[in-house]
């Protein structure tokens, strides 16, 4: 049974539901003159470009930022790249036509665009204009047919193992037309009305055409990395480091505060905690675990700060292959899984157990996994199993499969408790398999491989249809509950799913759209579509003299708000 959420993420969903019809409108960081040395060269140097708009601010000469994390490089192709780090550096390198406020998990801001667009009178299109002038980089104009061509040629009809086209792209536009240089109108599916929201993701940044072709994707392209933001990845090796430079061309507001940011890979939370309390690096940002927080709160000359954002933990459930194809089996696995002595045995009560896809404070959250499953039931999970003929004396053989450090180090010891939670039954052998995670995530998403894989989830926008959305349409990142070419349902009840799921999404008024979620959770846990488990804040540690910026909310997390971007551009140091 669930006990009580000590915190809740920010109720900012329903302020963010935009109607689809009418509205217009040491002690001290390191400073070096040169990044630190790595065991192999950086991929590719070349020197910044000089084309094109004069720099709005130059940069503190010598200073060197340098960011650890456990994260690595899935992929740098917007019309791929789905992982948070990606994101991250997406974002960096690029500007989209919205973004979200530094430190804000609610205000929606131009970025590349002139202003806001509008939606025409039928909430089927959605019209918006470029600043005029934008240059990539490298020199390359950005107008508003690259933008189109990209959109078309890229995210609409590129499909790579991110599943970013299926999720983020095609479910929501038809095409993208542009009017003049630098008009852009997106022709969609349906009245979407958070489709601002989705302007603000990677997926809608413009992508350099020089680099990104209409050809195939390019998740791993050569440095430099042009885009148009505040930054450009001047060098990278993956799993070492990524070195990022101010972009001379960038003409946006927010310019770079530092001469350069360099990005360090780490293999284990433990090394990135020693990291940052001996100086090698400033900041520790992804992921430590509640173990090196606690150890790290209190040392002498480091910041310790808690995020309490909407970032999840749960399983992937894959309707497609044996053994979880069969209904029993899921349920069990359902009733089995107790979120509390997890919580307890690996973090101390750090976690919030999780009940409902959608997380508290989002609209329409609910509880309704403890009120179907009441989990721990030891017994109705071996009913279960027995209803499909496992037993004692014929037990299930079950993988779960896992990325044993890119959630930080407890997923192992997490893994290793659930095991014993089904073998608990007397019907279950569990076998554990790690896998590393650029192998395992393309493997989990393709749906091919795993029963039962664990993942973590943070919205791509935040609002309640990005935590189900992605789990169900066009093979539901691996759960398999629709086809993922024809996004239809693979039976009657799943196909109920893909129908609310749209209608909720397309309709403007909270409380039906309230309504609707609490009838999509109902279904999705009859289902068994993903097996949600916990709730996990998000912290940033960092050295005395790194800084964000006190324009922007947020600055005790330089700037890092409820949608965990970080913005290397409003960071300083002293």
């Known amino acids: ?116 667009g509008e939606f025409s009178a039928d909430g089927l299109s959605y019209t918006i204009a470029l600043k005029p002038g934008l240059v990539f980089g490298d020199g390359t104009p950005l107008t508003a047919q690259s933008y189109a061509d990209q959109i078309n040629d890229r995210l609409l009809v590129l499909e790579g193992p991110g599943g970013v086209g299926p999720a983020l792209g095609q479910p929501y536009v038809e095409s993208v037309e542009a009017l003049d240089d630098v008009t852009i109108k997106f022709n969609l599916t349906e009245t979407w009305g958070f489709f601002e929201q989705l302007l603000a993701g990677a997926p809608y940044i413009p992508t350099n055409p020089t680099q990104f072709t209409a050809a195939e994707l390019n998740n791993f392209p050569d440095a430099p990395i042009y885009g148009n933001g505040p930054w450009y990845i001047e060098s990278y090796v993956v799993d070492e480091q990524t070195v990022l430079k101010p972009n001379p061309t960038y003409q946006g507001d927010s310019p770079a505060q530092v001469e350069q940011v360099i990005v360090r890979y780490f293999g284990s939370p433990q090394s990135m905690a020693e990291a940052v309390q001996t100086g090698e690096i400033d900041v520790a940002w992804r992921i430590l675990g509640p173990d090196l927080i606690s150890q790290l709160t209190g040392v002498s000359g480091l910041n310790v700060e808690r995020i309490n954002a909407g970032p999840i933990r749960y399983f992937i459930v894959n309707h497609s292959l044996p053994p979880t194809d069969d209904p029993n089996v899921r349920k069990a696995i359902a009733y089995a899984i107790d979120r509390d002595e997890i919580s307890d045995r690996v973090f101390q009560g750090a976690v919030d157990p999780l009940f409902s896809p959608i997380p508290p404070g989002f609209l329409g959250a609910n509880d309704v996994y403890d009120d179907v499953y009441a989990a721990p039931d030891v017994g109705a999970a071996t009913a279960a199993l027995a209803a499909s003929g496992y037993t004692p004396d014929a037990p299930l053989d079950l993988t779960l499969a896992y990325p044993p450090e890119h959630y930080g180090g407890t997923v192992a010891d ?3 408790v659930m095991k014993e939670q089904l073998e608990a039954t007397g019907a279950v052998n569990v076998d554990l398999v790690a896998q590393e995670w650029s192998t395992y995530i393309g493997a989990v998403i393709g749906g091919a491989d795993y029963p039962v894989s664990f993942l973590g989830w943070f919205y791509d926008y935040p609002d309640p249809d990005n935590y189900l959305n992605p789990f169900i349409v066009n093979g539901g990142l691996g759960t398999m509950v629709t086809d993922p070419d024809t996004g239809e349902g693979i039976d009657a009840t799943s196909q109920e799913l893909v129908d609310k799921l749209i209608q909720a999404a397309s309709t403007s008024d909270p409380s039906t759209r309230e309504a609707l979620y609490g009838e999509i959770q109902a279904l999705h846990a009859e289902l068994v579509v993903t097996l949600p488990l916990w709730v996990e804040a998000e912290h940033v540690v960092y050295r005395d003299g790194v800084s964000g910026d006190d324009a922007f909310g947020s600055l005790v997390t330089l700037n890092i708000g409820p949608t965990i971007e970080f913005n290397y551009n409003t960071l300083s140091a002293s």
């Open 414 to 416: 997490t893994m290793q």
């Open 1 to 116: 049974m669930r006990r009580p959420y000590k915190w809740l993420v920010p109720l900012f969903a329903l302020a963010l539901v935009a109607a689809a019809c009418g509205d217009d409108d040491d002690t001290t960081p390191t400073a070096t003159t040169a990044a630190p040395a790595t065991t192999a060269a950086p991929a590719q140097t070349t020197a910044a470009p000089t084309t094109a708009a004069p720099v709005t601010t130059e940069a503190p000469a010598g200073v060197t930022l340098i960011i650890g994390t456990t994260d690595s490089i899935s992929g740098l192709d917007g019309a791929d790249a789905y992982a948070v780090h990606d994101w991250e550096l997406l974002k960096n390198i690029g500007e989209g036509l919205l973004r979200w406020e530094p430190g804000s998990g609610d205000k929606l801001v131009t970025g590349a665009a002139a202003g806001f």
